[in-house]
Structures are given as structure tokens and as C-alpha cells.
């Protein structure tokens, strides 16, 4: 008989997004020339003054547990943070660091989500998301977001998906998978519905805030209605705003109460970040960020490039543009029912799989994100592999 597998973990669907990029490597070790689309992370390297403070603080042997939050000028750096990107005021005992933003998430979902609990997730979603309020007993109350309507939840499908057993609502913008930016008086109009529905918590990831093109800007929606803060946590971290995805470096804010439930989660589970990151994280916080003009050019130079690009192919469309992060989700589905390069291609997934096998480009299917018209390309790779890489998509279209 086959060991036994908890419900928890039962319920986990795959992570398509990492299958497909096993694939690419794969082919890539093999020798197969393949230009991937498929990072969810800069391809930048981390800035040299963060990683020579790691160094040292490694060389001076600091090696050893820390508070499970994270030491206290870190904490006191995320708070800096808060004052300095939301002009939020946070106390040290608010916030804490997690081995990532996707970590930070896992202890909120875990101790708000009880059996039978709703969350609202705006589709096209982050993956992870309904994965983990599933894993947390939860219901994933999905809530279809067309390319049409900019990829955004309107006011009125958010009131109209909260019942008595909503406990959070998801908001994610600059958007992973569409690079959606949520404005000013969107972000007010959600709000007030929320203001209706005084139970509902406010889940703000904020991971992609730094990464905004012009003329969209980042707004915080617990920023400009303060009324919500006592029912609001915010996430962000380091993964994309510094090129530090595999230090695993995520922060949350929110009440004290609801704060000090996930630290004694994470207490028991995974404890403190990595103790030689900590300094140099509060070190990466409190910079001038400097670097990011540099990074941010490049990143809206490719956007533009690509969103072009993929717009003068027939067949594919990217309506709305995507206005921050680093991804394009262009609409394929034109493509569907029909036959490219011998391959049948009827949604998604066999886009992308024959893309893959036919013509060495990886990208990843939307259904993923929870919309099959879709495929999810990243410019975090050079202006050349987006060269080449569009130059074969146009080869498989034609
Ligand atoms: C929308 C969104 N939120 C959170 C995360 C978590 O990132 P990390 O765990 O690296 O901080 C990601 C990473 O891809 C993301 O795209």
C-alpha cells in the first residue's frame, strides 16, 4: 500500500510554472539552443554593496539564531521602509521577515483561514495564492478579471463575491501574471466597498512595487484609506526590487495581534531568516536605490520593445499594456484550433508546449494564472534573447 498523503498536501495542484521551466533547462543542458521567457526574477545580479555586508557579517560569525521575526534593526528598517515608501507609521513589533514574500503569505493565509473560509483572488492570480488558501482549508473565491477590464477587479465584482464566510481579499498590483497597476481612484473605489465589510482583511502584496513605468505609479490602497490598517497586511520583500530571489527575503506588516499569531507560526516552523542576510537586508532597505533608475530603464526599454514586438505578430495581441513588473501576458487564443508547425494547438498549455518542443521557446501557459487565452512572457532576459525569441514566435505563428 502506498504511504499516505495528508489532505494538506493533497489538495496542492503542481506548479506549472516550475515544470515547464525544468523543461527549458532540460533542453538548455542538453545543448538545444533555448531562449526562455519564463524567469519570474531579475536578471540582474544583486547589488555588490548588499552582498559584501553578507560577506562580512559571514566572516565575523554571525551564524546563529536571531529573534524569529528577525533581529531588531531589521525590524526597525522595515518600519523605515513603511514611513518612507507608504507613510505608514509601524512599530518593531508589527512586522516580520520571512524566507520570502511567498513565505510571508503561507503564515497569513494559516492563521487568518479556517476550514470553509473565502478568499478573493482577482483572476489572472499569482499561483500561489489559491494553492495556499487551500492548503490552509480555505475556498479560493476566483473572480474573472478580462483583458478587457484591464485585468482588474471592478467594485462591483468585489462586492458581489463577498458572502458572510469572506475573510480576505487579495490585491495584487503592479499584477503577476499581467503587470496590471491598480490607480489611485480604483484602489479608493475597492476600498469603499470594503468599508461595507468591516470582517473582510486586506491582503496587499506589494512585491513588484518598485517596478512602475511611466505614467502609472505604485499607490497603496491601506496608504490613502487608513480606516482599513486595522484589518490590512502588507507584503513585500526583496526578491524583485533588488535582485535578491534567492536570498529568500520577505517582509509583512499588519496589527500586532494578527503579526505576533505569525510569528509564533513561523517560531515553530522555520524560525528566523537567514542570520547573515539580516544587516545586509536592512543595509539593501535603507539605500538610496540608486541602482534601480538604471535597472528600471532597461526593464521598460525591453517592455516596450516586446510589447511592440509581439503586437505586430498576427494572431497575438497584448491589450491592455503592461505597466509594471517585468511580464507581457498577451492574448494567443487566436492561434486556437488550428495547427502550427504540425503541432495541434487548442489552448494554453499546447501554445506553449508546442512553442517549447517546435520552435525552443519557453514561455509559460496562463492557464496557470487562471486565464487559458493567455501566455506569460518575462522580459527579464536580454534585448537579444527578446530578439530572437519574438523571431521564432513569429516563425511558429507563420
Ligand atoms: C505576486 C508575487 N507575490 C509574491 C511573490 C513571492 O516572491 P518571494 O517569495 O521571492 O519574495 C512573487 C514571486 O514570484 C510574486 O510574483
Redesign the pocket.
Known amino acids: 500500500m502506498a504511504m499516505k498523503i495528508s489532505r494538506n498536501a493533497s489538495v496542492l495542484s503542481p506548479s506549472l510554472t516550475l515544470a515547464l521551466t525544468a523543461k527549458a533547462k532540460a533542453m538548455a543542458a542538453e545543448g538545444i539552443d533555448v531562449v526562455s521567457f519564463g524567469a519570474?526574477?531579475p536578471d540582474f545580479d544583486t547589488p555588490d554593496f548588499i552582498k559584501q555586508v553578507a560577506i562580512e557579517d559571514l566572516n565575523k560569525g554571525l551564524t546563529k539564531y536571531t529573534a524569529e521575526r528577525g533581529g531588531p534593526d531589521l525590524m526597525k528598517a522595515i518600519c523605515e521602509t513603511l514611513k518612507r515608501d507608504y507613510n505608514l507609521e509601524y512599530k518593531p513589533d508589527q512586522v516580520i521577515m520571512s524566507?520570502?514574500?511567498?513565505?510571508?503569505?503561507y503564515n497569513i493565509f494559516f492563521c487568518l483561514v479556517d476550514v470553509g473560509d473565502e478568499v478573493i483572488i482577482p483572476s489572472p492570480f499569482?499561483l500561489?495564492y489559491p494553492e495556499q488558501v487551500k492548503a490552509a482549508g480555505g475556498v479560493p473565491v476566483i473572480v474573472n478579471c478580462p483583458p478587457a477590464a484591464g485585468f482588474k477587479i471592478t467594485p462591483e465584482q468585489l462586492r458581489g463575491a463577498i458572502t458572510p464566510r469572506t475573510v480576505a481579499f487579495v490585491l495584487?498590483s503592479p499584477?503577476?501574471p499581467t503587470g496590471a497597476v491598480y490607480s489611485k481612484e480604483e484602489l479608493l473605489a475597492l476600498g469603499r466597498v470594503l468599508l461595507d465589510f468591516p470582517k473582510v482583511v486586506l491582503i496587499s502584496?506589494d512585491?513588484?512595487q518598485k517596478l512602475v513605468y511611466a505614467p502609472a505609479q505604485f499607490h497603496s490602497l491601506p496608504a490613502m484609506m487608513p480606516e482599513l490598517l486595522d484589518r490590512t497586511v502588507i507584503?513585500n520583500?526583496?526578491?524583485?526590487a533588488y535582485s535578491m530571489?534567492g536570498w529568500?527575503?520577505?517582509w509583512a506588516a499588519g496589527p500586532k495581534h494578527f503579526m505576533d499569531a505569525c510569528a509564533n507560526l513561523q517560531g515553530h516552523s522555520t524560525s528566523n531568516v537567514t542570520t547573515f542576510t539580516q544587516r545586509a537586508a536592512a543595509v539593501a532597505l535603507r539605500s538610496d536605490h540608486s541602482f534601480l533608475i538604471e535597472w528600471t530603464a532597461k526593464f521598460d526599454a525591453r517592455r516596450r520593445m516586446l510589447i511592440d514586438a509581439l503586437n505586430s505578430i498576427k494572431g497575438i495581441s497584448v491589450d491592455p499594456p503592461p505597466m509594471g513588473?517585468f511580464y507581457v501576458f498577451p492574448d494567443v487564443s487566436a492561434c486556437y484550433g488550428g495547427t502550427l508547425m504540425g503541432r495541434k494547438v487548442s489552448d494554453s498549455l499546447s501554445f506553449s508546449a508546442g512553442l517549447l518542443e517546435s520552435s525552443n521557446v519557453a514561455v509559460v501557459p496562463g492557464v496557470a494564472f487562471g486565464e487559458d487565452r493567455c501566455v506569460r512572457l518575462s522580459y527579464a532576459t536580454s534585448e537579444k534573447n527578446i530578439e530572437k525569441g519574438v523571431a521564432r514566435i513569429r516563425e511558429f505563428l507563420s
Open positions: 519570474g526574477e524566507v520570502g514574500g511567498k513565505h510571508s503569505l499569482w500561489t495584487n499584477s503577476n502584496d512585491l513588484y507584503v520583500g526583496l526578491s524583485k530571489t529568500r527575503l520577505g513588473a
